[in-house]
T-cell receptor
């Protein structure tokens, strides 16, 4: 196991609702990245947080937002849920050093979100 | 633009056979990293190997080996003497240089579903 945990495991919401997903990073890691994985596809990068700030974003609308806390855990918030938001949401943690070097990303088990 | 292609959608092999998973990548970066991840039915992505663009030395780690060739932009992965527990979706992935002004996102291929039949 990687030491990256996510909650909840499964979630069912209806269209238009809001959802918050949580991630605890591996001990010693300071960077958290979020990915969306639709059924049968590879994970797609949503955004990354480093030192509590968004440090890069993929092609996702602003209704996808996040937070990173001082203990490096993170939340992913999705507003105004749409049917296409149904997916496995993966969190990955890694260590970014002051030199700019970033180590391998290690993934959590994911949260399966179903939007009805 | 960065892109990862895995042409094999599904592969089935009989237990103990060797299997090679193909990966072709595109990037304009001179420094980059290549990865293989495994995703069993449980859903968690499991890190297998990482290679940087300056290290084309191919290695063997247990039953796993990989063949990195910059000339053809390929990063193939081989499992020797496959086992039923190897059944999973395998993703090849690419990330760019980790600079202070950049960020480290991983670009995944579409995955290859491997079934090992007993």
């Amino acid at each position: 196991e990687t030491g990256v945990t996510q909650s909840p495991t499964h979630l069912i919401k209806t269209r238009g609702q809001q959802v918050t997903l949580r991630c605890s990073s591996q001990s010693g890691h300071n960077t958290v990245s979020w990915y969306q994985q639709a059924l049968g596809q590879g994970p797609q990068f949503i955004f990354q947080y480093y030192r509590e700030e968004e440090n890069g974003r993929g092609n996702f609308p602003p209704r996808f937002s996040g937070l990173q806390f001082p203990n490096y855990s993170s939340e992913l918030n999705v507003n105004a849920l749409e049917l296409d938001d149904s997916a496995l949401y993966l969190c990955a943690s890694s260590l970014a050093e002051a030199s700019g070097y970033t180590d391998t990303q290690y993934f959590g088990p994911g949260t399966r979100l179903t939007v009805l | 633009a960065q892109k990862v292609t895995q042409a094999q959608t599904e592969i089935s092999v009989v237990e103990k056979e060797d299997v090679t998973l193909d990966c072709v990548y595109e990037t304009r970066d001179t420094t980059y990293y290549l990865f293989w991840y495994k995703q069993p039915p449980s859903g968690e992505l499991v890190f297998l190997i990482r290679r940087n663009s300056f290290d084309e030395q191919n290695e063997i780690s247990g039953r796993y080996s990989w063949n990195f060739q910059k000339s053809t932009s390929s990063f193939n992965f081989t499992i020797t003497a496959s086992q039923v527990v190897d059944s999973a979706v395998y993703f090849c992935a690419l990330s760019g240089p980790s600079l202070k002004t950049s960020y480290d996102k991983v670009i995944f291929g579409p995955g290859t579903s491997l079934s090992v039949i007993p």
